[in-house]
């Protein structure tokens, strides 16, 4: 289903993120997560992908298994980083062939195992350049599955401000050229303070772009992970009255789960009395701590937190 039948459809949209397994034993926990969320009926699931193939194949394998056996749309992200048009080229193919019309174009981050890698001999330099390319890609079974649209695409925002671009104004900038190269709708980074999301929001509206913004939010499990966030998301803002409950929690893992969910419950519950477009969970391949949010919404599935 194109991404913009999807927004069209049913709004808010609720949506789960996961990355490939590298072990046969991890994808059979990838897949029993999958199943234990299928029931909550999300509006499309997202597969990330690793830079410089550590991942490619893998991404391509997950996002094909699940159209074929599950009954969500499944959007495969795609970045610029260690790819030639050609590369891109033939991963868009191979999607199109599997009837997978929405791809989340992403600028990417350098391999850690590529030593000396150059970003100026990428086809691509910025993530704008990769959505022109997929927006003007033509295959007529993509065009017959998807209205003649070609691919949905999606690209990241930053509420808490990308980390490599500390000018504000030029951050904006660089989000209005994804938009007006293409995009479809616009997936935020994970943050734990609703203002920002809603200063991004305002933003974006002062900026002149007016697709679906859908909200990332990434509930804390445990401490090591919270750190784990902070690292991956390379600056994100944990707000004091949380690490005050996580301090308080101390050694008790249960304890902080718990704290981590209940603030991800009020983000969710703030979110949604604000008309938000989307959530998008982000569940590290483990499915309890979004059921739970959902329970403690008082929801058995998406359709009941549309009501």
Known sequence: MHITDIFQASSPTFS???????????????????????PLKPSFVSVTYGAGGSTRDLTHD?????????????????????????????????YAE????????????PPLNLVGYDKANDAFQQAADLVRFIKDFKNTHLDKNSGGRGFGIGVAGFPEGH??????????????Q??????DYICTQLFFDNH?????????????INIPIVAGIMPIVSAKG??????????????????RSIQRAGEDTDAVKRVGIHWA?????????????????????????????FQNLGARDSAALRQ
């Open 16 to 38: 789960f993120e996961f990355f490939p397994p590298k072990t046969p034993e991890s994808s059979d926990r990838l897949y029993n997560a999958i199943r234990e969320l299928e």
């Open 62 to 94: 997950l996002v094909v298994r699940a159209r074929k056996e599950l009954s969500v749309t499944t959007i495969p992200h795609l970045t610029c980083v260690c790819h030639q048009q050609a590369d891109i080229q033939a991963i868009l193919e191979r």
């Open 98 to 109: 599997h009837d997978i019309c929405n791809i989340l174009a992403l600028g990417g981050d």
């Open 163 to 176: 980390p490599g671009t500390p000018n504000r104004l030029t951050e904006m900038d660089y989000l209005k």
């Open 178 to 183: 994804k938009v007006d190269a293409g995009a």
């Open 196 to 208: 920002d999301f809603y200063d991004f929001r305002e933003r974006c509206q002062l900026a002149g």
């Open 226 to 243: 919270m750190n784990r966030m902070a690292e991956l998301s390379a600056g994100s803002r944990f707000p004091a009255p949380l690490l």
């Open 265 to 293: 419950t009020e983000q969710c519950r703030d979110l949604l009395d604000h008309h938000v477009a989307g959530i998008h969970f982000y569940t590290l391949n483990q499915s309890n701590a979004t059921r739970q949010i």
